[in-house]
């Protein structure tokens, strides 16, 4: 149905403010599309979409179909002693991964992002600005650029894509088997230099 | 055209066991592929093979469209002094990503491997079995299992398939633009680590 201007929150409101914010994130991806826009293509006040959901991240994850609270993960993560960044950023992606569903989920995920490229700008935004790259901003405190910060959040999301491409998509058997704690003690290290790690050669070096 | 019983070299023999390679090759994966049994489906004398290809790893970089000889660029890899193989190992990647055609035939290959088990299952084992497994397992000697090794192998895959995820799949902003010699300058060491760091918790630890 296509509602004509504003109506009252009904039984089947909050699927219709998850139909506009799908269609809006696929027209405008994940950057340009405001509360705002989704409430005005849902007909609702965009008061109504905060009695439902916690913000634009919260309904990019219920449109994706992930189970979890980006703000919720990403907030622990940033809690943590920066020594402990890395470890505690890898452990985090595997309690994800294999939370109820969640292999299924990722997988069609992830051949959302290979195949459309809509997909895959709202994904790539998404991680950029509510993952990794605000992990780096705020791993970094004041003195790293932002262009610096956004390099150390990709190289982290590109082995840990790699890693969730390797174990749920493709099947890679080592990585397969390998458990998540092994898997974690070995990525953890990496995502620590790469987040926290003083040595890195930025792009305008 | 399907030949019956043997036939001696013609102007389209060489596409005949191309064809013949891409058919084995999906229906058995890689590790089950043999010359014997593509020269079988060709109609050709296995020796034939080897007048137009090196070997399976050839043909295989051929059915997949790769304008490289994967013997050759392991082979420079495993000549490189231990102590900067990791470098020289992210510096090949995007050597071949960079080579004519090679973002739009890396990119078919992913879409293949992403949406299809067939060719995730000949691509998993390539890689497992001729690139990073072979690498790791050359760069351990003789005191490093199998085992061991194929997880090396398997987390330097996971970094450098997630890197090419976003630089040329994805299109993660930071990654793409970055210079190859910056992502290699960070890429390195993390390689490095994984082929020949000593401090690999292993899957038996």
């Known amino acids: 149905m296509s509602p004509r201007g504003r109506r009252p929150a009904g039984a089947d409101t909050r699927a219709e403010i998850v139909a506009a914010a799908r269609a809006e994130f696929a027209e405008?991806?994940?950057?340009?599309?405001?509360?705002?826009?989704?409430?005005?293509?849902?007909?609702?006040?965009?008061a109504l979409i905060h009695h439902y959901f916690q913000g634009k991240q919260q309904l990019f994850a219920e449109v994706i179909a992930i189970p979890i609270d980006p703000e919720a993960i990403i907030t622990g993560i940033l809690a943590t002693p920066r020594d402990r960044l890395g470890m505690t950023m890898a452990r985090a992606f595997f309690t994800i991964w294999d939370s109820p569903d969640g292999k299924v989920r990722f997988l069609g995920l992830f051949r959302s992002a290979m195949t459309h490229d809509d997909a895959a700008r709202m994904i790539r935004e998404f991680l950029a600005a509510e993952i990794f790259g605000r992990v780096a901003r705020a791993a970094g405190g004041q003195e790293r650029t932002a262009r610096e910060a956004d390099l150390r959040g990709g190289l982290a999301a590109?082995?840990?894509?790699?890693?969730?491409?390797?174990?749920?998509?493709?099947?890679?058997?080592?990585?397969?088997?390998?458990?998540?704690?092994?898997?974690?003690?070995?990525?953890?290290?990496?995502?620590?230099?790469?987040l926290v790690g003083d040595n890195l050669r930025g792009p305008d070096d």
Not at 32 to 42: C, F, K, Q
């Open 28 to 46: 405008r991806g994940y950057g340009a599309t405001s509360l705002r826009g989704i409430a005005r293509r849902a007909g609702v006040d965009p």
């Open 158 to 194: 590109a082995q840990m894509i790699g890693m969730a491409t390797l174990r749920y998509v493709v099947g890679y058997p080592a990585i397969v088997e390998a458990s998540a704690e092994d898997l974690v003690a070995e990525l953890g290290p990496t995502l620590q230099r790469y």
